[in-house]
């Protein structure tokens, strides 16, 4: 009886780890299909490498990194600065208490449709932070604003900051 308590005890731990490598698995796929130059498996097993040992560093998991990863990636940031991305989106999304995947899809969108660097989109994610927490409006609506009207701002010659700060004065 004991042996079968024993037995019942291990193969849950087992059940439980495939599972989650399997939940890990599918978004890395998703990294390998949109990443340009992870075909060979040394590349796709370093990139996984890179990504589980960030998820050791910070308090997202590697399935939420791979996901956050593979949406950079679709964007078009290149492979080189995936992690980096990755790193600074899980930062943001404590920041701003929001979902790392919700802070990555906003720092991708703000990339591709302002044109910025992840230095420049981190100096915004900066920005925003400082405001939202100076001002009466929130980091999310912040995000909100500038995903919508951010790139106009530049149309209009402001800088990213400006235009952030527009826009928490508005939802304050």
């Known amino acids: 009886q004991a042996a079968a308590v024993g ?10 780890s495939v599972g989650e490598a399997i939940k890990f698995e599918t978004p890395l796929a998703d990294v390998k299909k949109v990443v340009p130059g992870l075909d060979s498996a040394e590349g796709l097993a370093e990139m996984k490498s ?5 998820s ?22 290149a492979k080189d600065e995936l992690i980096g991305f990755a790193e600074s989106a899980a930062k943001m999304g404590v920041a701003f208490d929001i ?6 899809n906003a720092m991708a969108k703000m990339r591709t449709s302002m044109g910025l660097s992840q230095v420049e989109v981190e100096g ?13 409006s929130s980091a999310p609506e912040i995000t909100d604003f500038m995903l919508r009207v951010g790139a106009y701002g530049q149309q209009d010659a402001m800088y990213e900051e400006h235009t952030a700060a ?3 004065a508005m939802v304050a």
Do not use: F, H, R, W
């Not at 890179?50 to 960030?54: P, V």
């Not at 979902?99 to 990555?104: H, K, L, M, N, Q």
């Not at 915004?124 to 009466?136: E, G, K, R, T």
């Open 166 to 168: 527009l826009g928490s």
């Open 56 to 77: 050791k560093e910070l308090p997202v998991s590697a399935q939420g990194l791979s996901a956050i990863v593979a949406a950079a990636g679709q964007a078009g940031i």
């Open 99 to 104: 979902s790392a995947d919700e802070a990555g």
């Open 50 to 54: 890179e990504i589980i040992g960030l």
């Open 124 to 136: 915004l994610a900066d920005a925003m932070n400082y405001l939202s927490n100076n001002m009466a």
């Open 7 to 16: 037995s019942a005890a291990v193969t849950g731990a087992l059940a439980l």
